[in-house]
């Protein structure tokens, strides 16, 4: 009696285990899909966005078409609702010094009557000068949040990323209406601009410049610029998540098809 009595007690033991089991799947499984908001995808896109990149294997590919550029943006503001404010700069990877294109980047959660997670607006700077190198320089002697706020200028472009499907490289992408933005550089007369958020921080952007009869003026013609990160941190102090969240936060999206407010 005390063998049989001892079995049963093993027996209920693991029946036990085992709803413990299932409901702490149930549980995870339920954390992972109703627990990523729309806030969790703004801030998983600015972080992507931001840190010193480079498109070199490209160019060294494809030289004829693509440059070694470098890309560099880092967190500058955010605004009272929680947009980031990015700051952002290109420059040939030899003179870094010398960016030949400043912008200000708005993160934000995508208009609840759009199809989309995340908008990603690009705003011209006021004084460029003044913040030329902005993220290569220590905090204490870049403008203020508040000032670069004010420093917002005339609004250029925004692009509308989604989700990427189940089996894509991508993590999410999106562009600009086909109609474009106004845009007069080098005899354009509208800009388009596609943007591409991978694994491990990669971004693809290809921006286009047509004129009035639909003419590409400027801007790569055989697929976007990939940039892809400088192997160490160097700029791991600006990112607004440490790596194990950013992954922890990567895995949550991934896995992840209810959104919350």
Not at 233 to 257: C, H, V, W
Request: proline share 7%; aromatic share 10%.
């Amino acid at each position: 009696m005390a063998s049989e009595s001892k079995g049963w007690s093993r027996a209920a033991r693991g029946v036990v285990i085992k709803a413990l089991v299932l409901t702490g799947g149930a549980l995870l499984l339920k954390r992972l899909t109703k627990s990523t908001t729309r806030w969790d995808h703004a801030r998983f896109v600015a972080n992507s966005l931001s840190g010193e990149k480079f498109s070199k294997e490209q160019a060294s590919k494809d030289p004829d078409n693509y440059f070694n550029i470098r890309l560099l943006t880092c967190p500058a503001a955010e605004m009272m609702d929680g947009s980031k404010v990015l700051y952002f700069e290109q420059a040939f990877w030899r003179t870094p010094e010398k960016p030949f294109r400043q912008r200000f980047c708005l993160v934000k959660p995508c208009p609840k009557d759009l199809k989309c997670d995340v908008e990603v607006s690009t705003f011209s700077i006021r004084d460029m000068d003044e913040y030329k190198n902005f993220c290569d320089r220590p905090k204490d002697q870049r403008p203020l949040p508040e000032e670069v706020i004010e420093d917002v200028a005339e609004h250029l472009t925004t692009i509308h990323l989604k989700r990427c499907d189940r089996g894509k490289r991508c993590i999410y992408e999106g562009s600009t209406p086909p109609s474009g933005f106004p845009n007069t550089w080098n005899g354009a007369t509208i800009c388009t601009s596609e943007l591409a958020i991978l694994k491990n921080n990669e971004v693809h952007i290809w921006d286009r410049g047509y004129d009035e009869e639909r003419q590409q003026v400027w801007g790569p013609k055989a697929g976007p610029y990939e940039f892809k990160p400088v192997p160490s941190p160097s700029y791991n102090d600006m990112f607004s998540l440490n790596l194990a969240t950013a992954q922890s936060l990567e895995k949550r999206i991934e896995g992840s098809f209810v959104l919350r407010d």
